[in-house]
T-cell receptor
């Protein structure tokens, strides 16, 4: 079984400041890791994923996340946030073969950008 | 290319009633998963359907049931509704064996009075 911990339920950040959203996971098997973003009144959109290979993965909108196996972490970072980044962010894990496996989500971090 | 579509978008029911939520997967996908997202929580896996069979199930009571049709669309049924069933219900689709992430719909917001 897997579990995901997102310690920060809310993170307020000034516009153009850097941000880090923390995610730690627990699993007895290898996992794939994901960050999903949820804008108000919408479903989940995949932000980025780690399957294998380079431990640093990037999204098209400036976010990046680094897989750290020894610390069982997959923290999400952005060097300079924008108002449009205001959303709920969910970290999730699944065993490999994730097209067929359930996703286990954390409780989410609400990112609020302050103008 | 249509993504995952869910209907209705909002629904209000009273305790004890029954409800049916519908999901059409993304074109080309054959697997449908359902998740419940309570207010302020992350989504919780309910069950997954593939080849019209329930393949996996999360920790939800038998009041929650589902169905998948030959065209891969799916329904989620909840009987004897409780106040605690109020949540956003999300449908996600994927392609068996593709090793690609699940795509989510915008969900159905279910409110129980």
């Amino acid at each position: 079984a897997q579990s995901v911990t997102q310690l920060d339920s809310q993170v307020p950040v000034f516009e153009e400041a850097p941000v880090e959203l923390r995610c730690n996971y627990s699993s007895s098997v290898s996992v794939y890791l994901f960050w999903y973003v949820q804008y108000p009144n919408q479903g989940l959109q995949l932000l980025l994923k780690y399957l294998s290979g380079s431990t640093l993965v990037e999204s098209i909108n400036g976010f990046e996340a680094e897989f750290n196996k020894s610390q069982t972490s997959f923290h999400l970072r952005k060097p300079s946030v924008h108002i449009s980044d205001t959303a709920e962010y969910f970290c999730a894990v699944t065993p490999p073969n994730f097209g067929n496996e359930k996703l286990t989500f954390g409780t989410g971090t609400r990112l609020t950008i302050i103008p | 290319d249509a993504g995952v579509t869910q209907s209705p978008t909002h629904l209000i029911k009273t305790r004890g009633q029954q409800v049916t939520l519908r999901c059409s997967p993304k074109s080309g996908h054959d697997t449908v998963s359902w998740y419940q997202q309570a207010l302020g929580q992350g989504p919780q896996f309910i069950f997954q359907y593939y080849e019209e069979e329930e393949r996996q199930r999360g920790n939800f009571p038998d009041r929650f049931s589902g169905h998948q049709f030959p065209n891969y669309s799916s329904e989620l049924n909840v009987n004897a509704l409780l106040l605690g069933d109020s949540a956003l219900y999300l449908c996600a689709s994927s392609l068996e064996g593709s090793n690609q992430p699940q795509h989510f719909g915008d969900g159905t917001r279910l409110s129980i009075l």
